[in-house]
């Protein structure tokens, strides 16, 4: 098999599972100012310590977390190893930076992969190629560091080499240390820090090795900035399986050169920080949410939805409250969800479709005046459902429709009233099984 062979091989549970949760936690979750604060505001190793002194998550209770991303229809969740702070979540033998030297004592990691396998989910692992603790990571001149013009840094002798031995180390840990890995989700490249210069090459043969089933997505050579090869004919070795918009949605999903759809998945907060961000409340409703994570299967791809836990270890309550609304809609419709993706009909006006074999899945976000007109799917239908009580819905062609012979007209009313309001205001899917 080929590198395409291969990646459309290993991606195909994640391709029927589509929703995922994302979790970034550590530090940075004390300053509570998202988890670049310290590159954004040029903190000093010394002055950003007193994180990790204090650093004590009296609350982390990840088999809550687990109960909370399984009860909102999510299939799989990816949690901050390490982020670009350098902080390991989990009890590196390569460093002393890790939650086993905090007040906490624990291996965060363990315990999160532990709740969520026990509730079925499938693990991934973020683990960050930059480190902005680590003494060989290049420090001045660098585009990100927090002592990038730190002239302190300017002459600072570092061993590249021996960061790439300290980060490839981790990895192999993570791959060796935590049972089955099914994603692991590398956080990013940019100018010449990609590809090679990660040693990328050596990195995932060492990973799959260890971890032959894993996905692996495409920021060893890219970022949200960009997809990478992945979207070539020719994809590199390290182009990923699949690639990681970042806070957007592709307009067209995403396909290679030659117009074929690769797997792609969106990662999305739920406010404007993927860390925990006390003065944030900007969050998405669980409408938003759920059209667009309709819009993304619709598009042939998946939604990671972000989670920022604070400094005691809690999710924050806006966020379990949207995945408590996400979680009721996806119970009556997760079958339009799950195993579905883009249909060969045209997006419709009213919303979407999504299509798994035969059934095919109208997505009502607007209400109609009269009959709602489904176009191209006259005489195709052998019977139409709502999905979520299974109740029939009746194809009907009243008077005024007559001049609309392309469209196949339904209603959710008694046949004479033909405006009513939709039975679902975010979503009402309708299941129509095709003749062929
Ligand atoms: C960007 C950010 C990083 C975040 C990631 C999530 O790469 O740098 O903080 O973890 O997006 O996609």
């Known amino acids: 098999m080929n590198l395409v062979e291969e990646r459309t091989k290993r991606t195909q549970w994640f391709l029927k599972d589509r929703f995922g949760m994302f979790i970034h936690w550590g530090l940075y979750s ?8 310290r590159s954004n505001e040029k903190i000093s190793k010394e002055d950003y310590r007193v994180y990790f002194d204090e650093f004590n998550p009296i609350n982390y209770d990840p088999k809550s977390w687990a109960r909370a991303a399984k009860d ?13 702070d350098g902080f390991c979540l989990f009890d590196s033998k390569l460093t002393d930076y890790k939650a086993t030297n905090t007040k906490a004592g624990r291996d965060l990691i363990k315990e999160y992969v532990d709740a969520f396998r026990e509730e079925g989910l499938k693990i991934g692992l973020y683990y960050s190629t930059i480190d902005w603790y680590h003494d060989d990571f290049p420090h001045y001149g660098d585009r990100h560091h927090p002592m990038r013009e730190n002239i302190a840094y300017k002459d600072f002798e570092h061993d590249f080499e021996n960061y790439l031995e300290y980060m490839h ?3 192999r840990e993570l791959c060796t240390n935590y049972g089955k890995i099914d994603i692991l989700w590398f956080d990013f490249s940019y100018d010449d820090m990609c590809g090679e210069k990660w040693k990328a090459t050596e990195l995932i043969n060492m990973v799959r090795s260890l971890q032959p089933d894993v996905i692996i997505d495409n920021r060893l050579e890219a970022s949200g900035e960009n997809a990478g090869s992945i979207r070539t004919k020719n994809p590199s070795f390290f182009a990923g399986d699949f690639a990681s ?3 957007i949605i592709p307009p067209e999903g995403l396909v290679d050169e030659d117009g074929h759809s690769i797997p792609w998945e969106a990662c999305i907060t ?32 998946n939604l990671l939805l972000n989670v920022g836990p604070n400094a005691k270890g809690e999710i924050p309550i806006e966020s379990l409250n949207i995945l408590k609304e996400i979680g009721k809609w996806i119970k009556d419709n997760g079958n339009s969800i799950y195993n579905c993706g883009k249909s060969s009909l045209p997006k419709p006006e009213w919303g979407y479709y999504t299509q798994n074999g035969n059934k095919l899945y109208a997505h009502i976000f607007e209400p109609s005046i009269g009959p709602l007109g489904l176009s191209g799917l006259t005489n195709r239908v052998k019977k139409v459902r709502l999905l979520s009580d299974g109740s029939e819905i009746k194809i009907i062609n009243p008077w005024n429709t007559f001049d609309f012979e392309d469209h196949m007209f339904i209603n959710f009313g ?3 009233q033909l405006t009513y309001p939709l039975p679902n205001n975010i979503d ?8 062929e």
Not at 30 to 37: C, D, F, H, K, L
Not at 273 to 286: A, E, P, Q, V
């Open 30 to 37: 004390i300053p509570a100012r998202g988890e670049w604060i």
């Open 169 to 171: 180390g981790q990895v």
């Open 270 to 301: 739920m406010n404007n920080h993927w860390g925990y961000c006390s003065n944030d409340k900007n969050f998405k409703s669980s409408k938003m949410i759920i059209r667009k994570l309709v819009e993304c299967v619709s598009k042939n791809g």
């Open 245 to 247: 918009p970042e806070q």
């Open 414 to 416: 008694s046949p004479g």
């Open 428 to 435: 009402t899917v309708v299941e129509l099984e095709l003749l």
């Open 72 to 84: 909102a229809g999510m299939k799989y969740v990816v949690m901050t190893a390490k982020h670009h």
